[in-house]
């Protein structure tokens, strides 16, 4: 069926939402699968009641493959957030996001083996020239050795898994509601979360006040705003387009890394802001070319 809302305006709401995510964990002195932990727990308890009430009855209709795939999905969401939370310890926030947020070289490859999706030579184009916007963005703090690399490395890896996450999801959200799908991978990524800690030896408690807190907001602004956001357009959109938007987040990231933790905001990183956004535009651009056929498709399969 054709959405209420462009899918463009979710995208763009979660976009700003994930921007706040580094800037919240950085906030936080906890351990990196703690915060990952807290922030999909809070999440599962804030959408209980209504999926409780509501959605229950949906998991009945999961297939095998549902299962399956909804659960892989949510192991590789917890793998995304340890791998990126931990790589804030090591570099800038700039470089991380940077790195965590380069999905199109992994998303191409993905849909077009996974979906046959065809790839026009502008969207290659666009993508590209995002993607050198946003090396442009860190030039500066990117590192040959030492601990700078380390974290650049955890967060390519982080980059990859989200990239995973979402192509499954891609398969999975055009047969479940929003709710159910979500609620079961939140639901998996907290109890993977779980079982991390207790083999790390990390501590679930007690923290101050303000922990609480940025956990919290974790889960509300990035989580619900964001990671929610971008489950509901993948219905209508290919993870492609929402892995080339969610490239304006190092944007917005370093932004509020300037204002809050006086990270400087180089010449380098501002042209680089430009050219990200200069190579969505393209890509939006492309997508409005063929997004009559994409429709259609996706209305005929429905």
């Avoid at 995208?11 to 990196?32: E, N, P, R, W």
């Avoid at 790589?87 to 077009?112: C, D, E, H, M, R």
């Avoid at 290659?124 to 703090?141: K, N, R, V, Y």
């Avoid at 809050?260 to 190579?279: D, H, N, R, Y």
């Amino acid at each position: 069926m054709k959405p209420k809302m462009h899918p463009y305006i979710p995208i763009a709401i979660g976009v700003i939402a994930v921007a706040l995510s580094a800037i919240f964990v950085k906030m936080t002195t906890a351990d990196s699968g703690v915060v990952a932990f807290y922030r999909m727990l809070f999440s599962v308890l804030l959408m209980s009641p209504v999926f409780l009430t509501r959605y229950l009855h949906e998991v009945k209709l999961l297939t095998k493959r549902d299962w399956i795939f909804s659960s892989i999905a949510g192991l590789f969401l917890a793998l995304h957030f340890v791998f990126w939370f931990e790589s804030l310890n090591y570099t800038s926030v700039a470089s991380s996001t940077v790195l965590v947020t380069l999905q199109p070289i992994f998303a191409f490859v993905g849909t077009y083996f996974l979906f046959k999706e065809k790839i026009s030579m502008q969207a290659f184009f666009s993508a590209t020239l995002a993607i050198t916007g946003s090396f442009i963005i860190s030039w500066g703090d990117f590192q040959i050795g030492g601990t700078a690399l380390f974290g650049d490395i955890l967060a390519l890896l982080g980059c990859a898994f989200i990239t995973i996450y979402l192509l499954f999801g891609q398969d999975v959200r055009r047969r479940l509601s929003l709710m159910t799908y979500t609620f079961i991978v939140y639901s998996v990524s907290t109890i993977a979360l779980f079982f991390y800690i207790l083999m790390k030896g990390a501590s679930f408690g007690p923290y101050s006040s303000n922990e609480w807190m940025w956990f919290f907001l974790l889960a509300l602004i990035p989580n619900f705003l964001g990671h929610t956001l971008f489950n509901w357009a993948l219905k209508y959109v290919s993870t492609n387009v929402i892995s080339v938007a969610i490239l304006f987040e190092p944007v917005g990231a370093s932004i509020l890394a300037y204002y809050i933790f006086k990270e400087t905001l180089t010449t380098s990183q501002i042209a680089g802001g430009i050219v990200v956004i200069a190579g969505i535009l393209l890509f939006v651009v492309d997508l409005k070319k063929i997004k009559l056929k994409y429709f259609q498709k996706r209305l005929d399969l429905n």
